[in-house]
């Protein structure tokens, strides 16, 4: 597609369940970021995947937290048995790794536990 | 840890008037910095800087690096309500291939 499409934009789930959140980056976009957003904050870096490298999983707060690639183009963010503090807009974004390193973000996904 | 402090967190100005953003960060490692704007969802890019003193330019946004003293700056002449956004600053450190953000300005432009 012609942008970074992330779905569903918006997900309420209740806590203890499991969400996944999906990301299609820009055709031919080698690297894939997920940042998350709370309400107020700057973007704090979650994964960072980059062809067929090891992901750089440094940013996940917690194990609950975890992030596939599939054949190098969608990802998913997995968040398991969420809890309240989980609730934040999750943003993916790509980049075609030319060394810039300018990232185009898609719109989110804003996650509401309760 | 990196870090990238933007002032001030907020800004509201009227019409027409100049505003200045300000960006900091650490030396350590540094590769380049990075503005965005960010209105309702998707931050939208805006200016990449590498070198000291040049100035980058979009119509009325203008920004500069100056790597002596680590800041960068934004400003935005004759504002319209369509500036009010959130800010974003961000920085590039070499061996890390991550966006490190700060927490951004939010801009109020009052008609």
């Known amino acids: 597609g012609a942008g970074v499409s992330q779905s569903p934009s918006n997900k309420v789930t209740e806590k203890g369940k499991d969400v996944e959140l999906r990301c299609d980056p820009i055709?031919?976009?080698?690297?894939l970021y997920w940042y998350r957003q709370s309400l107020g904050q700057g973007l704090e870096f979650l994964i960072y995947?980059?062809?067929?490298?090891?992901?750089?999983k440094s940013g996940l707060p917690s194990d609950r937290f975890s992030a596939e690639r599939t054949g190098g183009s969608v990802s998913t963010l997995t968040i398991q048995r969420t809890q309240q503090e989980d609730s934040a807009v999750y943003l993916c974004?790509?980049?075609?790794?030319?060394?810039?390193?300018?990232?185009?973000f898609g719109a989110g996904s804003r996650l509401t536990v309760l | 840890e990196d870090k990238v402090v933007q002032s001030p967190l907020s800004l509201v100005v009227h019409e027409g008037d100049t505003v200045t953003l300000n960006c900091s960060y650490e030396?350590?490692?540094?590769?380049?910095l990075l503005w965005y704007k960010q209105e309702k969802k998707a931050p939208t890019f805006l200016f990449m800087l590498?070198?000291?003193?040049i100035e980058k330019k979009s119509g009325r946004l203008s920004s500069i690096l100056d790597k002596k003293e680590l800041f960068s700056i934004l400003n935005i002449t004759a504002t319209q309500t369509g500036d009010s956004a959130v800010y974003l600053c961000?920085?590039?450190?070499?061996?890390?291939?991550?966006?490190?953000f700060g927490t951004g300005t939010r801009l109020t432009i009052i008609p």
């Open positions: 974004a790509s980049s075609s790794y030319s060394g810039a390193n300018v990232l185009t």
């Open positions: 055709s031919g976009h080698t690297a």
């Open positions: 995947f980059q062809g067929n490298s090891a992901p750089d």
């Open positions: 030396v350590t490692n540094f590769r380049s």
């Open positions: 590498t070198s000291s003193g």
């Open positions: 961000a920085v590039l450190y070499f061996g890390n291939e991550k966006l490190t």
